[in-house]
C-alpha cells in the first residue's frame, strides 16, 4: 500500500550482505515485519520488531529499525542462493504491505 | 493443525462471472484478511475481519465482498468477474502480533 515503501529490486554476490529498505508513515505501528516470498509460494514471516526496540538479531538476519524517520531495513548476513526471492515488509497497524524488493543472488 | 487454507487454487473465470474464493482456519484467530497481488504492486488488503460478524474494507474493496459467520471461515465473494481481478489471492489469519498466510488462490478473468 501506499503507507508502506521499497525499492523494488537489489543485486549482491553470493556471500555478500544484502540490505533491504522500507518506510513507512503510521508510527502507531507495534510492530513492523518482513516476510519472504519465493516463487509460486505463498508468505513466509521471516521476523518481526517491537516498535520499542531499535534491532532484532535473529541468526543471519539483522533487523534495524529508526521510529524518528519511519525507516526499516532488513540485513541478510553472508548472504546465499537460496535467499533469492521477494522480500516485503509491513506495518503492524493495518497491516499494508510494500511492494516488495526482488532479491537477485549471484553465484 | 493445518494453518490457513485457500480453496480452489487456481480459477478461470469469464467476465461477469461470480464466485467465491474460500478460507479456512484452524488456530481461532479473530483476526482475518484478504489481499490480492499483481506484479509490482505488493499485497493490497481488500477486507478484513476482526471477529465474527464483524467486517471491514481494506485498500482496494470494490467488486469484492466478505462474511464472516464463524470464526474460522472468511471467504470472498466476487460479484461480476472483470478482467482487473486477474491476480493472486492470499488470504491470512492473525492472533496479537504473528500473521499467517494461506497459499494462495490464483484467478484469472478472461
Known amino acids: 500500500g501506499e503507507d508502506v515503501e521499497q525499492s523494488l529490486f537489489l543485486s549482491v554476490r553470493e556471500g555478500d550482505s544484502s540490505v533491504i529498505n522500507c518506510t513507512y508513515t503510521?508510527?502507531?505501528?507495534?510492530?513492523l515485519y518482513w516476510y519472504k516470498q519465493e516463487p509460486g509460494a505463498g508468505l513466509q514471516l521471516l521476523t518481526y520488531i517491537f516498535s520499542n526496540m531499535d534491532m532484532k538479531q535473529d541468526q543471519r538476519l539483522t533487523v534495524l529499525l529508526n521510529k524518528k524517520d519511519k525507516h526499516l531495513s532488513l540485513r541478510i548476513a553472508d548472504t546465499q542462493t537460496g535467499d533469492s526471492a521477494i522480500y516485503f515488509c509491513?506495518?503492524?497497524?493495518?497491516?499494508?504491505f510494500g511492494s516488495g524488493t526482488k532479491l537477485n543472488v549471484k553465484p | 493443525n493445518a494453518g490457513v487454507t485457500q480453496t480452489p487454487k487456481f480459477q478461470v473465470l469469464k467476465t461477469g462471472q461470480s464466485m467465491t474464493l474460500q478460507c479456512a482456519q484452524d488456530?481461532?484467530?479473530?483476526?482475518m484478511s484478504w489481499y490480492r497481488q499483481d506484479p509490482g504492486m505488493g499485497l493490497r488488503l481488500i477486507h478484513y475481519s476482526v471477529g465474527a460478524g464483524i467486517t471491514d474494507q481494506g485498500e482496494v474493496p470494490n467488486g469484492y465482498n466478505v462474511s464472516r459467520s464463524t470464526t474460522e471461515d472468511f471467504p470472498l465473494r466476487l460479484l461480476s468477474a472483470a478482467p482487473s481481478q486477474t491476480s493472486v489471492y492470499f488470504c491470512a489469519s492473525r492472533n496479537s502480533y504473528e500473521q499467517y498466510f494461506g497459499p494462495g488462490t490464483r484467478l484469472t478473468v478472461t
Open positions: 503510521d508510527s502507531s505501528s507495534t510492530y
Open positions: 509491513a506495518d503492524g497497524q493495518k497491516f499494508y
Open positions: 488456530m481461532n484467530h479473530e483476526y
